[in-house]
């Protein structure tokens, strides 16, 4: 008899760091595998980038991170770490961020115990000098079932 557990998801954030604008960004946890990014950003002229760490963990042999988001229009988002396959999307509505494949760290399933160190960025092409951004990203992990 082979016993399975259900899969199990875990994000996390670190302080955020924002560049070319000033204010502040919440990040929340709602729950296992989900986490709220809200910001407000006042910029400087020119292009503003929000960075945060994350750690995410599973015991999946492969999961998706995906985001639902709000914002101005010409903001990009982009998970990158290196053992997932990530691609920058525009900050609209929801889309699949990146993937992870456990063979890529040369193991069967991911562990808990032993989180992916990576780094949301969220980029604001032209924020002009004085204007507010405001943005509310939600992130949220899932088993891809292979």
Do not use: K, W
Not at 21 to 34: D, E, P, Y
Not at 112 to 119: E, Y
Request: net charge positive; with cysteine.
């Amino acid at each position: 008899m082979l016993a399975t557990m259900p899969p199990t998801f875990s994000l996390q954030a670190a302080q955020a760091s924002v560049s070319g604008a000033s204010g502040g960004v919440q990040a929340l946890t709602q729950g296992r595998g989900r986490l709220l990014i809200r910001g407000q950003l006042r910029g400087h002229g020119g292009r503003a980038v929000v960075r945060i760490p994350l750690s995410l963990a599973a015991n999946t042999r492969s999961f998706v991170v995906q985001a639902r988001g709000e914002s101005p229009s010409h903001v990009t988002v982009c998970l990158a770490a290196p053992e997932l396959m990530a691609r920058r999307m525009p900050l609209r509505g929801q889309a699949s961020l990146a993937m992870g494949l456990a063979r890529n760290r040369g193991h069967e399933f991911f562990s808990l115990n032993q989180p992916l160190q990576s780094v949301l960025e969220i980029v604001f092409e032209d924020l002009p000098s004085g204007q507010a951004g405001n943005f509310s990203l939600t992130l949220s992990m899932r088993d891809l079932g292979y």
